[in-house]
Antibody, heavy 122, light 108 residues
Framework: EVQLVQSGAEVKKPGESLKISCKGSGYSFTSYWIGWVRQMPGKGLEWMGIIYPGDSDTRYSPSFQGQVTISADKSISTAYLQWSSLKASDTAMYYC???????????????WGQGTLVTVSS | QSALTQPPSASGSPGQSVTISCTGTSSDVGGYNYVSWYQQHPGKAPKLMIYEVSKRPSGVPDRFSGSKSGNTASLTVSGLQAEDEADYYCSSYAGSVVFGGGTKLTVL
């Protein structure tokens, strides 16, 4: 059974750093891309970027380039999303998801993690 | 990339059919057959319901169907059931992924 299990909810202050995780199991972690999606309170889904754990090839949505860092450790089948200096506007639910990409085209985003709620407040 | 356009709400009575539209451009929906639909219940993660315009993942009821014409994709839910009440999002490949704003489906 394919599973993506994310780390628990976080409460942080503005300016603090944070790294959340997404551990994959039940499939070959290095054969699929992992994407990250933001959902702000009461709002829709926003694509942040993707990483291929096999070689750490990473691609960011223009809106998130420079704002977050996506990484992965294939030895433990885990992808990460991190911030160096959080802002109140980073308060949101963050989902990781498995992505099928063939010849550079994203064909499907099929399995999703349960989400990690990040709250940034002074 | 601009978000795809979905109606904010849709509704139907149990047993009826409802169709949700998703309008983009020739650079996303119209340009690729990689439109997906997701169902999201309150407090839950999105669930893939349709991919590649009209394909259903294993386990998704055949009451859910997808189609596309030009720059507009559609999700049809037939034989509405109470558990279908949720938010529905479309997405399309467009160099990366672009999502629609979401449609709240209410089962009356």
């Amino acid at each position: 059974e394919v599973q993506l299990v994310q780390s628990g909810a976080e409460v942080k202050k503005p300016g603090e750093s944070l790294k959340i995780s997404c551990k994959g199991s039940g499939y070959s972690f290095t054969s699929y891309w992992i994407g990250w999606v933001r959902q702000m309170p009461g709002k829709g889904l926003e694509w942040m970027g993707i990483i291929y754990p096999g070689d750490s090839d990473t691609r960011y949505s223009p809106s998130f380039q420079g704002q977050v860092t996506i990484s992965a450790d294939k030895s433990i089948s885990t992808a990460y999303l991190q911030w160096s200096s959080l802002k109140a506007s980073d308060t949101a639910m963050y989902y990781c998801a498995r992505v099928t990409m063939v010849r550079g085209v994203i064909m499907a985003v099929d399995y999703w993690g349960q989400g990690t709620l990040v709250t940034v407040s002074s | 990339q601009s978000a795809l356009t979905q109606p904010p709400s849709a509704s139907g009575s149990p047993g009826q059919s409802v169709t949700i539209s998703c309008t983009g451009t020739s650079s996303d929906v119209g340009g690729y057959n990689y439109v997906s639909w997701y169902q999201q219940h309150p407090g839950k993660a999105p669930k893939l319901m349709i991919y590649e315009v009209s394909k259903r993942p294993s386990g998704v009821p055949d009451r859910f169907s997808g189609s596309k014409s030009g720059n507009t994709a559609s999700l049809t839910v037939s034989g509405l059931q109470a558990e279908d009440e949720a938010d529905y999002y479309c997405s399309s490949y467009a160099g990366s992924v672009v999502f629609g704003g979401g449609t709240k489906l209410t089962v009356l």
